[in-house]
């Protein structure tokens, strides 16, 4: 049987077209809408609180998506559909933040049901995506390939933010309506587009393995053998304490430029604007030089997630310290290098994911890719509530801001110490290599192959 082709770069950045796609879409439910709600319709900003919040505890559904996908052995129809859903969740949010201008209680009910949908559309794009990346990418350009749907990502957020924010003024909930499903509608086409018979040409469906498998075992016995495996269960837990550390500090940064060094907005955005170009920088090192140390990419990866963690760690020790020694501090130097660490953990630990998901029980790459996922949700979701609860208990308690914002940062700080020990003693080297991704290793059209 002759081997499927991987995707070459141009078949990467194709696919990464769904996440930008899928960025679109999330930046004005979780952004947009969330600015209408507080300001414009003057609601209390617990609303759109809640509702972001629900968004990302439904993720916790992720495992069973990506079952689904695995029993059928196809992800593209669980891409299309989720982003279906996705787009119709959006476009939903939009009619219920334009209802509340004229019914709370009713708008509210439709954008309860409307984020759900968000949730579950992410997820089962998100995870499906991430899966056939993985299948369909060669091992030494799975860091770029993290990388590349990463930062089109948040391309996405970006052009959208751009783009629409050009075509809401002068405001109305019409045109908020009409913006939304128009960049939904787009959004779905796009993906269409961009997955469009790349399964079928990278990786094709093995007649061998569907004579030979067995009955599908009911979900809850595959998620209990992803779960018994060490090496899904440990990195599932580095990718929960590592993820909560970085979403902890998203929402106290630019509080604690504007309390301890008085910056005023703008300066504040600037600051946080100067973070997110750190990130990008770490991501694309990252990409880069995973690419070019092939064969040793997964060792590549662990490093760098382990470096990331203590870099980050480090760093928040040093806005800790910060606080304390006042505006002679260069602070903006130091958010800049905290970016670039979070990013490079970050899209190391993405790329992780994509390099570890066919190590195990065959199979189950949809199951392990979900742990993972709601793993990275529910951190998401937890991290910038416990971030700001976390400042608020600490201001009570003590009178010097810069002392209050000082023991929260070393807190974040030694959560990323503790994801850099789980990133330590996450199994390296070929035990750790996906069996499901060699399609044209005679092995690989055997048997089912227990886990490791």
């Known amino acids: 049987m002759t081997p499927a082709p991987t995707l070459g770069w141009f078949g990467i950045v194709r696919l990464g077209l769904v996440q930008t796609a899928l960025g679109a879409i999330v930046v004005l439910t979780t952004s947009t809408m969330n600015r209408v709600m507080v300001v414009e319709l003057a609601l209390p900003a ?4 809640f509702l972001v919040g629900l968004h990302y505890a439904i993720q916790i559904s992720r495992p069973r998506l990506g079952y689904g996908s695995d029993v059928g052995r196809r992800r593209t129809p669980w891409i299309l559909g989720g982003m279906a859903l996705l787009a119709l969740g959006g476009f939903g949010a939009a009619l219920a933040t334009a209802w509340m201008g004229t019914s709370v209680p009713a708008g509210t009910a439709l954008a309860v049901v409307a984020f759900l949908m968000i949730g579950v559309g992410v997820g089962a794009s998100g995870t499906s995506l991430l899966v056939l990346l993985a299948k369909a990418t060669a091992p030494h350009r799975r860091p770029a390939a993290a990388t590349i749907c990463w930062v089109m990502m948040i391309a996405g957020f970006i052009v959208t933010a751009g783009v ?3 075509n809401l003024d002068p405001f109305s909930p019409a045109r908020l309506v009409a913006v939304t499903g128009t960049v939904s509608a787009i959004a779905f086409l796009v993906t269409c587009v961009a997955v469009w018979g790349v399964e079928r040409r990278h990786v094709p469906v093995l007649p061998q393995l569907h004579e030979a498998k067995e009955e599908a075992p009911p979900f ?3 998620f209990r053998q992803v779960w018994e495996e060490p ?3 440990g990195f599932a837990l580095f990718v929960f304490v590592s993820m909560l550390a970085y979403s902890a500090q ?3 940064l630019e509080p604690f430029a504007g309390t301890v060094f008085g910056m005023t907005p703008g300066q504040s955005t600037q600051l946080a604007g100067m973070q997110h170009g750190g990130v990008l920088l770490g991501m694309i090192l990252v990409g880069i030089i995973g690419t070019v140390t092939r064969g040793r990419s997964r060792d590549a990866l662990r490093a760098w997630s382990i470096g990331g963690c203590l870099a980050s760690a480090l760093v928040l020790a040093g806005l800790a310290f910060a606080g304390l020694v006042g505006p002679a501090w260069p602070l903006v130097p130091t958010v800049f290098a905290l970016g670039v660490a979070n990013g490079a953990f970050a899209v190391a630990a993405i790329g992780s994911m994509m390099d570890r998901v066919g190590a195990g029980r065959e199979s189950r790459e949809g199951v ?3 742990l ?14 416990l971030g700001t609860v976390a400042v608020d208990i600490a201001r009570a308690l003590i009178a010097d801001p810069a002392s209050a914002y000082a023991i929260v940062f070393l807190a974040e700080g030694a959560l990323f110490l503790f994801a850099a020990v789980l990133a330590a003693r996450l199994a390296t080297g070929r035990a750790a290599t996906a069996p499901a991704f060699r399609a044209d290793a005679p092995e690989a059209l055997g048997a089912k192959a227990m886990g490791a």
């Open 164 to 166: 629409a924010g050009a």
């Open 250 to 252: 998203d929402l106290i």
């Open 220 to 222: 809850r016995e595959a």
């Open 231 to 233: 090496a899904s269960r």
């Open 368 to 370: 392990r890719m979900g």
């Open 46 to 49: 617990m609303l759109p609180g």
């Open 372 to 385: 993972w996922g709601a793993a990275q949700a529910v951190a998401f979701g937890l991290g910038g509530f």
